[in-house]
């Protein structure tokens, strides 16, 4: 029998009204996919006594107990201390702990403060879950291994970002392996270029006559992502009843999906300017930065990406790219004109195969005149220079968010001929 | 003596990956201006026995029990029967409920179903709170008002549309009228510059010694917040208490608070560039424009954000800014002679009364021999241009984060006059 989970997030700072608890949602796609539910969510603040009872509480009811947060070096992190004391365990300082710490301040030309030693102790029994992102490791408690109980407590740290990897590469295989085999396959497209409920309108009639695979339809500016679950006895079951849902949505979707491994948007351009020995440089209006940002978070980015311009004044505009007050006076910054100026500029000033361009309105004023949520996207290559006129629903940051990711996806069916 | 309270949410679907509770938020915004502490949150699925073991685990600890959602007329809508089971008291059908349900119905041109009458049950001894906006109400249950013992438990619904109106208008004067008289009140600081251990080991010796104000400490990388809050009978012996532990906190970090009221960073240096008439111009090669994106992303910041280079090649960093190669091949693209001259020809090229510069290694390779995590900062301005040397910890994205968080630091000290 498959386990259930209960997860708890730990931090006075969750139980004021400015915060959220978004880890559990991360670890819930995770424990869906290898089949477990999650039964229960408890938010408990820095407050031993509560914390040791949560664990206790939650050990009844759950043969797989997630805690997050409370790991820091700071007296208020009281995550080890009570899950020991809910398990009866005592805490054991870990010398070789300590000094990887102690190594990974040295590495930065730092001190280890006495407080960080509190992070060197390990509940009894507990395997280390490195952390190449912090300090703060993790701990994976097997529960009576002998008697076959086989219950598990996993205690997290609590920043996303070194949680996640944590989650992903030491917790699901080790969970992976205890439970019962059942084969869970799994498509996964990301689309663009369309809105969610178009898509769902568009998918619907396909993914509805099913409940296996389950269809999760999870939409951001820019950026849907459909994925399909099937839950089998058998890998050749799963993937026939993914292949029968699969295959229409894909017909259907066609290349608005960008991705079926989930690679982002950049990630996937990057490596198609690799392949064709090609580079590309931006000029960013409206996005400010965010065009670059995104190409640039990619390890290795400065093997295609040469740089670019950030034009956000029509001085800017005319200076950095030389493109003609003339036009801009004529069809406003906000113009397919002015777009194609600056792309056609960033390609040839930088030398790059490829430039991109965004100049729009993002809100909440208009300085040009045009509607706010309007974005011209620009596009130069060896073949040609184009811009195209999008609008996008929503706030400033939604805008910006839709144009980046409308100025990737428009170099990405460049690079493969299809703009 | 103020009780504490919980949150319990009810519903399947708040258990699964694409969904948080939010009800909560706008909950502990008005308890905490009640002087209430929220203690925990617990989400629980539709599942009988789980909510009802959720319900008693909370009145063994918590004064005040709130539920949100399963008021539905469907069969999984169980918060009814359950806190009923919890307390050990009886569900009671009230014809004037249903008659009340039933003309909603009516006024609609529709015939209330069968299964709405579950709506009409009420938990006996409780009070009827009206649902304008909905078929479901919600109720309030004074426990053992004999005893003065206090507890109280509500029910409400979990459309944040029906639930809203109801706490503010029925709940939350009725707690008032049972509260102490108390009042909350906090500071909130938000620190850059150090490291979260540094930082703790620094103020600890003040707020240990105090319960309340009670402090929470948060870090992301480059932006640490501090918490105080201090609970207390008069708004004068709060604002005391927070003084006392607030300003030698305030005197020890210094120039290292950017923000007393949560603003962000981009926020003040905006703000700071406005006051002044002054404008900033960026040059960015390691942060790849996530430096501009901040400042753009405040809402009419062309009045003061010109634009950008973004020199991520050396190429670009020549052409586009014209820094000498010679200076490249003698001190490499990361170094505080490089950082210098983009900044400078930053602020000379787009004639921007302020230029920031960032030039580092982000990993996960370094390209000059530089090791990962070192960046220079370059700033310019009428005073004078400087770089400054800075390591950061983490992975590429982590350093990214902190090099962007120093630059806008390094600008806002230096219209401050302290950089």
Same mark, same amino acid.
């Not at 080890?80 to 930065?108: H, W």
């Not at 992502?225 to 017909?251: K, N, W």
């Given at each position: ?16 009204? =400015?915060? +959220? ?97 509190? =992070? ?21 408690? !097997? ?8 219950? +598990? ?47 769902? =309108?568009?998918? !619907?009639? +396909? ?59 950049? #990630? ?93 309105? #993002? ?8 509607? +706010? ?31 980046? =990711? ?14």
């Amino acid at each position: 029998m498959t386990p259930d989970a209960e997860i708890i997030a730990v931090g006075s700072e969750m139980l004021t009204s =400015q915060r +959220v608890d978004t880890n559990s949602l991360f670890i819930t796609d995770h424990l869906n996919a290898l089949g477990v539910e999650v039964r229960r969510k408890v938010i408990v603040g820095d407050d031993r006594a509560l914390l040791t009872d949560a664990v206790r509480h939650a050990l009844e009811h759950a043969g797989i107990v997630i805690l997050t947060g409370g790991l820091g070096p700071t007296e208020d992190d009281l995550t080890r201390e009570s899950v020991a004391e809910a398990l009866g365990r005592t805490l054991v300082f870990r010398q070789d702990l300590c000094d990887a710490i102690e190594e990974r301040f040295r590495r930065r030309q730092r001190k280890m403060a006495e407080i960080n030693k509190r =992070q060197a102790y390990l509940i009894d029994g507990a395997e280390v879950l490195p952390n190449p992102s912090g300090t703060a490791v993790g701990q994976w408690i !097997a529960l009576n291994e002998e008697q076959e109980d086989g219950r +598990v407590v996993m205690l997290l740290p609590g920043p996303p970002g070194e949680m996640k990897p944590m989650f992903t590469d030491q917790c699901v295989p080790r969970l992976a392996q205890r439970l019962p085999a059942q084969v869970i396959r799994a498509r996964f497209y990301r689309v663009t270029g369309m809105t969610e409920s178009d898509l769902d =309108q568009l998918i !619907a009639p +396909v993914y509805k006559k099913y409940t296996n695979p389950a269809t999760t339809i999870l939409a951001s500016p820019g950026d849907i992502q459909v994925h399909l679950r099937a839950r089998c006895s058998t890998a050749e079951e799963a993937e026939r009843l993914l292949a029968e849902v699969g295959d229409p949505i894909e017909e259907l979707l066609g290349e608005r999906i960008f991705s079926k491994n989930g690679d982002s948007l950049e #990630a996937l351009v990057g490596a198609l300017l690799r392949e064709r020995g090609a580079t590309v440089a931006v000029a960013e209006s409206c996005t400010g930065g965010m065009v670059a940002e995104r190409l640039t978070s990619i390890a290795g980015s400065s093997d295609y990406f040469i740089g670019g311009f950030l034009v956000y004044s029509n001085k800017m505009k005319q200076d950095a790219l030389g493109v003609d007050a003339a036009l801009i006076a004529e069809h406003t910054a906000v113009s397919g004109e002015v777009a194609r100026a600056m792309a056609e500029a960033a390609r040839v000033r930088t030398g790059a195969t490829y430039a991109v361009s965004t100049t729009g309105e #993002a809100g909440p004023e208009s300085a040009s005149g045009v509607p +706010v949520g309007t974005v011209y996207l620009g596009l130069a290559s060896p073949e040609r220079t184009q811009a195209v006129r999008v609008t996008f629903p929503g706030d400033r940051l939604r805008v910006r968010l839709f144009a980046t =990711q409308g100025a990737l996806d428009y170099l990405r069916r460049r690079l493969l001929g299809r703009a």
